[in-house]
């Protein structure tokens, strides 16, 4: 049940927008073993202002942010790496090439801690039939 929120500062139309969620999406599935069904989206257009070493940054120039929510413990460290290596390259490829300050964070919460559909991911695992 990940959640992803991409910040761009380049203008990006509405059918690339989705087609940017769709294979974020796609990536959160085969990249971080995710399900594809809960996987949630969101992209956000800036206008804010953006600076790099205290430089600011105009759209043409501009980076992207990336925050995406996991529980804790279900990814190892090679698969958030190859992930983040993954994102970026995704990025590029869909918006252009990318200010070196472009970051991708990625938050463990505890399974207690979220949830979707009115229960939290600690229940769910409690409730998942042993193998």
Request: glycine share 8%.
């Amino acid at each position: 049940m990940p959640y992803m929120h991409i910040t761009l500062t380049r203008p990006l139309s509405r059918d690339r927008q989705q087609v940017l969620a769709e294979a974020c999406t796609q990536l959160l599935a085969d990249g971080l073993r995710k399900r594809h069904e809960v996987s949630a989206v969101r992209i956000s257009l800036s206008q804010d202002t953006w600076t790099i070493g205290g430089a600011p940054q105009g759209p043409e120039n501009g980076p992207c942010h990336g925050e995406v929510f996991i529980t804790a413990g279900t990814n190892s460290s090679e698969e958030k790496s190859r992930f983040i290596a993954n994102w970026h390259a995704l990025i590029q490829a869909s918006c252009g090439p990318q200010a070196e300050a472009s970051y991708l964070v990625i938050h463990e919460i505890p399974a207690d801690a979220w949830g979707y559909d009115g229960h939290t991911q600690a229940w769910r695992q409690a409730r998942r039939t042993p193998l």
